[in-house]
């Protein structure tokens, strides 16, 4: 019930493309969904976050879209840049927990010049 | 500068001893955390406390304590019961325990040889 199921893995894309990056949930209590990223041997930054009462979350390039019903949400990275290869992690929370968040697999981003 | 701070970045141990990570912020939070990370997974939760002299367990704290006795302090230490404590550690804080944005430390990389 608490899992954060996260795809892909690792994903490869040429500078000026579009990065994709899905989460899956199930817990339903959950009301808050972060994106982290995270630079080798650093710790994770905040990068975007979006409640269930909005479908859609835009900062610049980074674009969260959020579908409640099947309980998913995924991360757009437009225009991707060199500068953006990291590893992307979804999390989510929820009030009844303290905001603990239960956090994805992660997804190693390669932005190709 | 406001922020977390831990220490040391790198640290390593013997087999059978004990060690303690430090973790100090000066953002005024009231909610520190403590994460584990090992390659391709997320980051797992070990400790969290909410206010000063009051911590509880998360999902992997066999073999690790914690002590808060201070409000910008919460150090970790493992102890020789973890059995696999080679990886990295990673802690956090938020404004107060219902405050969604958590903000991270550097992060230290524990070896055990």
């Known amino acids: 019930q608490q899992q954060v199921k996260q795809s892909p893995q690792s994903l490869i894309v040429q500078k000026g493309g579009i990065s994709i990056i899905n989460c899956a949930y199930e817990n339903t209590a959950f009301d808050y969904f972060p994106w982290y990223q995270q630079f080798p041997g650093k710790g994770p930054a905040l990068l975007i976050a979006?409640?269930?009462?909005?479908s859609e979350k835009k900062e610049g390039r980074f674009t969260i879209s959020f579908n409640k019903s099947a309980k998913q949400f995924s991360l757009h990275i437009m225009d991707s840049q060199p500068g953006d290869s990291a590893t992307y992690f979804c999390?989510?929370?929820?009030?009844?927990?303290?905001?603990?968040?239960?956090f994805g697999s992660g997804t190693q981003l390669t932005v190709l010049p | 500068d406001g922020g977390i701070t831990q220490s040391p970045k790198y640290l390593f141990r013997k087999e059978g001893q004990n060690v303690t990570l430090s973790c100090e912020q000066n953002?005024?939070?009231?909610?520190m955390y403590w994460y584990r990370q090992d390659p391709g997974q997320g980051l797992r939760l070990i400790y969290y406390?909410?206010?000063?002299?009051?911590?509880q367990k998360g999902d992997i704290a066999e073999g690790y304590s914690v002590s808060r006795e201070k409000k910008e302090s919460f150090p970790l230490t493992v102890t020789s019961a973890q059995k696999n404590p080679t990886a990295f550690y990673l802690c956090?804080?938020?404004?107060?325990?219902?405050?969604?944005?958590?903000?991270f430390g550097p992060g230290t990389r524990l070896t055990v040889l």
């Open positions: 956090a804080s938020t404004l107060g325990p219902l405050t969604d944005t958590q903000y």
């Open positions: 979006i409640r269930p009462d909005v």
């Open positions: 999390a989510a929370s929820s009030s009844g927990s303290a905001r603990q968040l239960t």
């Open positions: 406390s909410q206010i000063v002299n009051d911590f």
């Open positions: 953002l005024n939070h009231d909610a």
